[in-house]
C-alpha cells in the first residue's frame, strides 16, 4: 500500500481500543496533501529518506541479478541476430516487455517495492470541518476519497478505465474495492500526463511495438501464419497511434476550442418546447427519451456519478473499438509465439558461438 493515510479526529479510540467508524482513515495524493498543509490542518510531513528504504522488501542483491538477467537477454538475442541464427517469436515478444520494465524502473527507480504500511498523518480537526472549509466545493459526490474535490482532473486513459471497471462491476463482478472511501489508491488512476510525459510514454510503447516487426519475413509454419501475423503487427501499431491522437483530440484539443471558440445554441429551449426542432412521427418522444438515458449511462457508468468521471461518448465508444482492435491483435501475437515453436527452422537450435563475435574468448 503505502503512500500517505489521513486520520481525522473523528477516528478515536475508546477504552477498549475499538474505533468508531464515523469516518476511517483514507489516503491521500500529493495535490490532497499540499492542499491540507496549505489549509494549516496538518503540517509538513517529514520523512528522512534511510525510513523510507528501511521498508523496501527488495535488496539491492536481487536487482542486481534481474539487471544481469535482462542484459543477458539482450545480449543473447543480439548475438543471434549478428549470426543470422533464428529468433522466434516467444524471444521477441520477452524483447519486448524488456522495453516495459525498463519505462516501469526507471519511473520507479526511488520507490520502495512492495510497501505495506502507509505512512499515517494524525490531524486534530474533524472530516467534516475540512468539507466545510472547502465551501461549494462539497457539493459533488467523491467517487475515491472525500478529499476528491482539491482536483477533479483525471487522465482520459484513467477515465475510460474506470468505465469500463464500471461496467464489470454493475454485472456484479468482484472487481475493486466497493468500500468508500477507499482504503488505498487503484494502479489505474491517474492525473493528467503532462505532455513530455505522455510523448515519452508514446515513444516506448512505439519501441514496444517496432520490436515485432522483426519477423515480418520470419519463417513461420505456414504462410497464412506469416500474413495474420503482419496483419496482427500492423493492426496493433496503427490502433495504439489511432487511440493516442483519438483520445488527445477528444479529451484536451477539442474541448480547449470549444473554450475559446464557444458557439451559440442553435436551437432554444422554446423551439425544444414547442417542438420545432423534432419530427412529430409517433414514438419520436420514448425513442428520443431512450437514446438520452443511454447517452448519459455512457457518459457517466460510476456508482458515485461523479463529474469528474463525466466522458464524451463518442470519446469512449471510439477508445472501447481501438482498444477492441489492440487486444484482438495482441491475443492473436500471444497465441503465435506458442503455435510458432511447433514447427521452427534448424537454426533456431544452434547456439551463438561467442568467440566468432569476440576472439579469444
Known sequence: MG?????????????HGDRTRDWVPFPVDA?????????????????????????????????????????WFVVNVSGRAAQDLTITCLELTTAAFIVCVVGISACWYHKPADLTD?????????I????????????????????????????????????SVSILRHM???IGDHIRPLPAFENSYSVPLPDRVQLVVLVLSL??????????????????????????????????????????????WYPAFQRRHPCPLIHTRADRKNGR???????????????????????NNSLSKDPALDAPVIGVLG???????????????????????RSLPAKAYVSVEWTNIIPHL
Not at 32 to 43: A, F, M, P
Not at 48 to 64: H, P, S
Not at 237 to 245: D, H, K
Not at 327 to 339: K, L
Open 319 to 341: 477508445l472501447y473499438f481501438f482498444g477492441f482492435l489492440y487486444c484482438s491483435a495482441r491475443a492473436y501475437i500471444f497465441i503465435a509465439d506458442f503455435t510458432e515453436l
Open 277 to 299: 426542432m423534432h419530427p412529430s412521427w409517433p414514438g419520436y418522444g420514448r425513442l428520443s427519451r431512450a437514446a438520452r438515458r443511454t447517452r448519459a449511462a455512457l457518459k
Open 31 to 71: 495535490d490532497q496533501l499540499l492542499y491540507l498543509v496549505g489549509k494549516r490542518y496538518i503540517e509538513l510531513p517529514l520523512i528522512d529518506k534511510r525510513a523510507i528504504k528501511e521498508k523496501d522488501k527488495v535488496d539491492g542483491l536481487v536487482r542486481i541479478l534481474t539487471i544481469c538477467q535482462i542484459l
Open 172 to 174: 456484479h463482478l468482484p
Open 118 to 126: 502507509p505512512h499515517i498523518i494524525v490531524t486534530d480537526v474533524y
Open 3 to 15: 503512500g500517505f493515510v489521513l486520520q481525522t479526529k473523528d477516528w478515536i479510540g475508546d477504552e
Open 128 to 163: 467534516q470541518e475540512i468539507l466545510l472549509g472547502a465551501g461549494d466545493e462539497i457539493r459533488r459526490n467523491y467517487n475515491r476519497t472525500p478529499l476528491d474535490f482539491v482536483n477533479h482532473k483525471e487522465w482520459s486513459f484513467s477515465i475510460c478505465w474506470q468505465h
Open 207 to 252: 519501441v514496444y511495438t517496432s520490436i515485432f516487426f522483426y519477423a515480418w519475413n520470419f519463417s513461420f509454419p505456414t504462410p497464412i501464419e506469416l500474413t495474420l501475423w503482419r496483419v496482427a503487427v500492423l493492426g496493433m501499431t496503427a490502433s495504439m497511434l489511432v487511440a493516442v491522437f483519438f483520445a488527445k483530440l477528444i479529451f484536451d
